[in-house]
């Protein structure tokens, strides 16, 4: 039994490489909040498929929390 046969042999079930996109089969930039197990790649491109939302600011002022006490 050579390197290359020994090297992945053995299972993975934890780390990043355990876990991949259901979409495209992506290992990398997996999103495993809520369940949805999908790159960030494909969550771009099927969010509003999924139901999520893009939350835009009513305006770009930042409010300062010291003015109120």
């Known amino acids: 039994m050579g390197h290359s046969a020994v090297w992945n042999s053995h299972p993975k ?3 990043p490489g355990s876990r991949a996109c259901r979409v495209c089969g992506n290992v990398h930039a997996v999103i495993r909040k809520y ?17 999520f939302l893009k ?14 006490w």
């Open 13 to 15: 079930t934890y780390g």
């Open 35 to 51: 369940g949805l197990m999908c790159c960030r790649q494909c969550f771009r491109s099927n969010a509003k498929e999924i139901g």
């Open 55 to 68: 939350v835009i600011p009513l305006d770009n002022h930042s409010i300062d929390l010291r003015s109120t």
